[in-house]
């Protein structure tokens, strides 16, 4: 049982300010006219609420309180059914009136009055009420604020009871093609993403045969070789594997219009933009689209850490392996509450003209895949020492490196300079393909940080908050040479010359 607390001093009703009112004027007419029957009454009346008032302090209501969510998350724009059970020992007396405590987001809180109209035979009361959430986030959902009224309706007092329940309410995926990512790239052109179960020399073993065995696996060679019929044995197929990069930092995401009008966070608000949410909306998508098809999901910050460390919702934020029944969920709720967070280092002030307007030209002939991760990591190198605690410095490097080129490397950034740019371009042979998406407010400043990862042999694009998420998903393996890639509101631009020249890594 959950005892109430005070919410605030207890207040007299009308009834009780006309019995106090009436008792003063019947002691003043009292000792004026020296009535004692009118002594009598005003002693009665003035006593009626202050012993209302001992009554409703002594007699404590006692309230469990169980509140449920159905579904326990919701994505944006769902409904969930809020279930409240409520049971009292004391209910001191009256029927009293309740109000459930909501974010002012959720619009108007639900109101109702204990007991309900249909009790259990336990004495339990059931209520249940919709809400309904434009964004994502972490809410705070109660308490229930009691109003109690003694038996004569002269007293009340406001209570808080129980506590709060938290609804996680998580970013709605958009249904990506499959073309994208119908398999991942090699140098030599497209690469299935998972080997086929048919035997070969490279994924077969081979055992003596046992009765039972077919015919049509005999190894007909290991039999002449080691004097003994020999059956092959077939290993498992292995599981596709991606990475998935999330650019989180505050000073990437908040420029521009938003920067200039943002305002810090109340309560349980998150730190966040029109642009963060349109990444984070991407990186649900993404991944969802990834486990869907069976991939093991490797999903990191601009660090190289677990990308869901910082969330408050994350049922396992250090987690950074994601497979199998439940991955796409732990994703989503991790999500729902991810904000932006200020880098601890200072950020350059665009020394190096990153999101320039300026056309630069390209080097002829750009560079080949083979000969740019060195060049690119010693120019990262030279242009930001001491990176290893910079985004996508060393730190992510190593992490990348580790997954030994382990299916296609895909990042969802936010602004860049031309040294981030560039230390990025270095992780490009972590990765069977690389895809970027650059989320900003104004895509065509990007320009130059887009030539830097495209010549690295990133296929790379930038979009606005107002891009349809679909389009720019359709077209990104067709931005890594001879395309502008930058995206307004609709998808990725270029010419039709420029897309017959393009090039894969």
Same mark, same amino acid.
């Given at each position: ?161 129980g506590g709060t329940g938290k609804l996680v309410v998580t970013p709605a995926p958009v249904e990506l093609l ?146 199998? *029944? ?5 994703? /989503?709720? %991790?999500?729902?509450? @991810? +904000?932006?967070?200020?880098? =601890? &280092?200072? $950020? ?35 242009? *930001? ?5 910079? /985004?996508? %410095?060393?730190?992510? @490097? +190593?992490?990348?490196?580790? =997954? &030994?080129? $382990? ?99």
């Open positions: 049982m959950a005892r109430p607390g005070m919410l605030r001093a207890r207040v007299l009703t009308r009834r009780g300010w006309g019995f106090v009112l009436t008792a003063v004027v019947a002691l003043l007419f009292a000792q004026t006219l020296g009535r004692r029957d009118l002594l009598y009454v005003g002693v009665l009346l003035l006593s009626l609420p202050v012993a209302s008032m001992v009554v409703l302090r002594i007699v404590k209501p006692r309230f469990t309180i169980a509140r449920s969510f159905q579904p326990e998350s919701m994505e944006v724009g769902a409904t969930t059914t809020v279930g409240l059970e409520l049971t009292a020992s004391v209910a001191g007396g009256a029927r009293i009136s309740m109000k459930e405590q909501l974010p002012a987001r959720f619009g108007e809180a639900p109101r109702f009055s204990y007991p309900s109209r249909n009790p259990t035979r336990e004495g339990v009361s059931r209520y249940e009420y919709r809400l309904r959430c434009a964004t994502r986030g972490l809410f705070a959902i109660g308490p229930v604020t009691a109003e109690f009224m003694d038996p004569f309706g002269l007293v009340t007092s406001r209570h808080v009871l499959g073309s994208t990512l119908s398999g991942s790239r090699g140098a030599d052109g497209p690469a299935l993403t998972r080997r086929q179960a048919n035997p070969s020399d490279d994924d077969v073993m081979t055992r003596e045969y046992r009765h039972g065995d077919s015919m049509r696996r005999v190894h007909w060679a290991a039999t002449a070789r080691h004097g003994e019929l020999m059956v092959r044995q077939e290993e498992s197929v292995t599981t596709p594997q991606a990475t998935l990069l999330m650019d989180q930092r505050q000073d990437s995401f908040r420029t521009g219009f938003s920067a200039a009008f943002s305002t810090a966070p109340e309560n349980d608000e998150l730190t966040t933009s029109p642009t963060f949410e349109w990444a984070v909306t991407a990186v649900m998508s993404v991944s969802a689209h990834l486990l869907e098809r069976n991939y093991a999901v490797r999903f990191l910050d601009q660090h190289g850490a677990p990308a869901l460390l910082r969330s408050a919702s994350a049922p396992f934020p250090s987690d950074e392996e994601y497979q199998g *029944a439940g991955a796409i969920g732990g994703i /989503a709720e %991790g999500l729902a509450a @991810l +904000d932006l967070a200020p880098e =601890t &280092g200072r $950020r350059p002030h665009r020394p190096d003209h990153a999101g320039s307007t300026a056309v630069h030209s390209r080097r002829p002939g750009g560079s080949k895949r083979s000969g740019r991760a060195g060049r690119g990591r010693a120019q990262a190198e030279a242009a *930001a020492p001491g990176s290893a605690h910079a /985004a996508f %410095g060393d730190e992510l @490097l +190593d992490r990348l490196a580790a =997954t &030994g080129h $382990r299916g296609p490397l895909l990042a969802v950034l936010g602004v860049l300079t031309d040294t981030e740019a560039r230390a990025l371009a270095s992780a490009v042979d972590h990765g069977s393909v690389s895809y970027a998406i650059i989320a900003t407010e104004r895509p065509e400043d990007s320009r130059r940080q887009l030539d830097i990862l495209r010549d690295a042999g990133w296929y790379a694009t930038a979009a606005s908050p107002k891009a349809v998420l679909p389009v720019i998903w359709a077209g990104l393996d067709r931005t890594q040479h001879g395309t502008s890639g930058t995206s307004g509101t609709s998808g990725t631009s270029g010419s039709s010359e420029d897309r017959s020249h393009r090039g894969r890594s």
